[in-house]
């Protein structure tokens, strides 16, 4: 698999992962426990800045390609 497609794959998944998290969030209030509640939502806090952080580095290597060699 070269670069590309690899970016395109974890670009993807990416995308997936946040869209079912974004599932979870309106769930929550029915588990009617508020320590488990706050336990969910800092957790899906932290999964969304670690994906961000995967997008971000994507991003960064995609821009270093575009740089043309001097």
Same mark, same amino acid.
């Not at 993807?12 to 029915?30: D, F, Q, W």
């Not at 670690?50 to 270093?64: D, G, S, T, Y």
């Given at each position: 698999?070269?670069?590309?497609?690899?970016?395109?794959?974890?670009?993807?998944?990416?995308?997936?992962?946040?869209? $079912?998290?974004?599932?979870?969030?309106?769930?929550?209030?029915?588990?009617?426990?508020?320590?488990t509640q706050? $336990?969910?939502?800092?957790?899906?806090?932290?999964?969304?800045?670690?994906?961000?952080?995967i997008k971000?580095?994507?991003?960064?290597? $995609?821009?270093?390609?575009?740089?043309?060699?001097?």
């Amino acid at each position: 698999m070269d670069r590309k497609a690899a970016t395109e794959q974890i670009r993807a998944a990416c995308k997936t992962i946040s869209t $079912e998290m974004m599932k979870i969030h309106p769930a929550v209030p029915g588990l009617a426990d508020k320590e488990t509640q706050d $336990e969910i939502y800092k957790t899906l806090y932290e999964l969304t800045k670690q994906v961000e952080v995967i997008k971000k580095r994507l991003a960064k290597l $995609e821009k270093n390609d575009d740089t043309p060699q001097l």
